[in-house]
């Protein structure tokens, strides 16, 4: 499975980005889909997760109303759409894909070690 993000840049706060991850190696309408992010000397975080079927998401509550994932499984792609972006959003930004398929969703946040593929990450930077 290869993963590639890409979307990240600088931005000043307020601003809004869009993260793409295309993925290929294995079926990807099967498998839930997550991003994560990691900041400067900081453990990497979850961010937002989509089920197979793009019915269900689970965003972290530090970015709910401002992040929505989504995804088009025609394309083999994830996006995260950042929005009202603030200097604490600053980091590298993952994708992933879960281990197990058609899972139905999350009822509390999903763990990292439910993602087996990871991407290379993209830096987003944003300035005050």
């Known amino acids: 499975v290869q993963l590639q993000a890409s979307g990240g840049g600088l931005v000043q706060a307020g601003g809004s980005l869009r993260l793409s991850c295309a993925a290929s190696?294995?079926?990807?309408?099967?498998?839930?889909m997550g991003w994560f992010r990691q900041a400067l000397g900081k453990e990497r975080e979850f961010v937002a997760a989509?089920?197979?079927?793009?019915?269900?998401?689970y965003v972290a509550d530090s970015v709910k109303g401002r992040f929505t994932i989504s995804r088009a499984n025609a394309k083999n792609t994830v996006y995260l759409q950042m929005n009202s972006l603030k200097p604490e959003d600053t980091a590298v930004y993952y994708c992933?894909?879960?281990?197990?398929?058609?899972?139905?969703?999350?009822?509390?946040?999903?763990?990292?070690?439910?993602?087996?593929?990871w991407g290379q990450g993209t830096l987003v930077t944003v300035s005050s």
């Open positions: 190696g294995r079926t990807f309408s099967r498998y839930s």
């Open positions: 992933a894909q879960q281990s197990s398929d058609y899972a139905l969703g999350w009822a509390t946040s999903p763990r990292i070690d439910e993602f087996t593929y």
């Open positions: 989509i089920n197979w079927s793009g019915k269900s998401t």
